[in-house]
């Protein structure tokens, strides 16, 4: 059974930062993993998908990671702005994928950006 | 482009009451469509999905339902809400062809009285 883990649970820092967000999975089968962001009270906003044949995916200022042989993936944010702060959850498809992807999530971290 | 529309944004029910939540993609054909629940506290869970008209697969034995009367509708109901239903609705769509991202509505806020 596939298990996504995401730590810290919440993450404090203060602006201009560059910063890592860590995801780890249990079952090193996976077809993609994907990042997602959630402002309070609003829906999930995909950041990057990356492939299981992809290392990196970048998209602005965030850079995705994968490892899938240690069940790792990170989220890195560079130069972090206020308006980055929202819970950033990562999530991975269960296998095998049969039309539907049924994504399995972390808890996510809560990130907070101070000016 | 594509975009999704989640319907209402809130809403607050009694015990007992029935409900129904509904969920539309405009832009795509033939999307797998998705219903899931963030309860507080929790994370999302899958609650159904659908790769067509009239297929719907449930993920956890529990007291909704869901249907898809249209190619880029999808309806979560019930016909008498429990005080657990409680949560933050959230529908989903992805394309047809697997392995591709996922792309959310803005979800509505269930609160049972």
């Known amino acids: 059974k596939q298990e996504v883990t995401q730590i810290p649970a919440a993450l404090s820092v203060p602006e201009g930062e560059n910063l890592v967000l860590n995801c780890s999975f249990t079952?090193?089968?996976?077809?993609?993993l994907q990042w997602f962001r959630q402002d309070p009270g609003k829906g999930l906003t995909s950041l990057l998908l990356?492939?299981?044949?992809?290392r990196e995916q970048t998209s602005g200022r965030l850079n995705a990671s994968l490892d899938k042989s240690s069940g790792r993936s990170t989220l890195y944010i560079a130069a972090s702005q206020p308006g980055d702060s929202a819970t950033y959850l990562c999530a991975v498809p269960r296998v095998p994928i049969q039309g539907a992807q049924k994504l399995v999530f972390g808890q996510g971290t809560r990130l907070t950006i101070n000016p | 482009s594509q975009t999704i529309h989640q319907w209402p944004a809130t809403l607050v029910q009694p015990v007992g009451s029935p409900l129904s939540l509904e969920c539309t993609v405009e832009?795509?054909?033939?999307?797998?469509l998705y219903w899931y629940r963030q309860a507080a506290g929790r994370g999302l869970q899958l609650l159904f999905y659908s790769v067509g008209i009239g297929q719907i697969s449930s993920e956890v034995p529990q007291n909704l339902s869901a249907s898809r009367p249209q190619d880029r509708q999808f309806i979560l109901s019930s016909k008498k809400l429990l005080l657990s239903d409680s949560g933050f609705y959230l529908c989903a769509w992805s394309t047809g062809s697997g392995n591709q991202p996922q792309h959310f509505g803005d979800g509505t806020r269930l609160s049972i009285l």
């Open positions: 990356i492939q299981s044949s992809q």
């Open positions: 079952d090193s089968a996976i077809y993609n």
């Open positions: 832009g795509t054909s033939n999307p797998n």
